[in-house]
């Protein structure tokens, strides 16, 4: 073969090579400028939820499903427990702590056919953010305490408030609202008056984490105490944990006596 056929032969095979790009190109533009299209509007994620919320918003929203979802929890409420609206709050939300409490404090007229003083609201911080896109999502749960018989106990000269597993929070109970009540009125009518506030914990757990859990239900009711109007000097507050135990740790009825805040009023 001479020069001149090789030389065809080459620009033969260059065309061939640039024919195939160019078709790779057009291939590539097309479905480039198809993906860059209008895209198909999802449908709201929040209407599958029973009570939904969007981002920054504290106007809960009722889902599909919600009227099934409030007879359920009214099903679980009996006629001296407490319904709990925990709001929720996500990283990328302004005013996290203030939106959660009125997403909550919202919430409260879904079920007004429950007493005010039947309802508590507290809040919640979840971690991570929330798409800022997102048509709906949920940001509340709720929770029923239930009451089985009195939370409140006189023994000897002490009065003994008695605490769900893990808790530090028991002033949600109607019943140890009102002894509260009367607690800082008494102290108010006596100025000399002072009170100590001893925590405890079943034997359930780590002794460390146990003191520590001891030490907040402690410091819980002097904080309600200390809004109650009672000056923090006039309020001993201590926890001591899996010590003096007043009932059975073999048993969850001997458990619950002992998750306990002692208190005693200690006169001048």
Known sequence: MNLKAWITVLLFIVWILFCW???????????TNQAKGPVASLPAKGIDIPIYYTLNSANPKKGN????????????????????IHGWYFNNENNP???????????????????????????????????????G???????????EGSLIKKL????LIYFPPN?????????VESYMDSLSQN?????????????YTDSTGEKTQNIQLSKRRANFLKANLFKKGIDTSRIK???????????????????SKNRRVELTLVNP
């Open 21 to 31: 790009k160019w078709v790779q190109s057009k291939k590539e533009t097309c479905c």
């Open 65 to 84: 499903g919600f009227d099934n979802y409030k007879k359920t929890q009214l099903s679980e409420l009996g006629p001296l427990d407490t319904l709990v």
């Open 97 to 135: 702590d203030s939106l959660a409490k009125s997403r909550a404090e919202n919430l409260k007229s879904f079920f007004g056919d429950i007493a005010g003083n039947r309802i508590k609201i507290l809040t919640e911080r979840h971690s991570g953010t929330m798409d800022p896109s997102s048509e």
């Open 137 to 147: 999502f949920q940001a509340a749960s709720f929770q029923v305490i239930h009451k």
């Open 156 to 159: 000897n000269d002490k009065i």
């Open 167 to 175: 808790s530090t929070e028991k002033v949600l109970d109607p019943e």
């Open 187 to 199: 102290m108010k009518s006596h100025p000399a008056m002072k009170i100590e506030v001893i925590g």
């Open 237 to 255: 507050s201590d926890g001591l944990g899996p010590v003096n135990f007043i009932a059975n740790n073999d048993s969850p009825e001997g458990r």
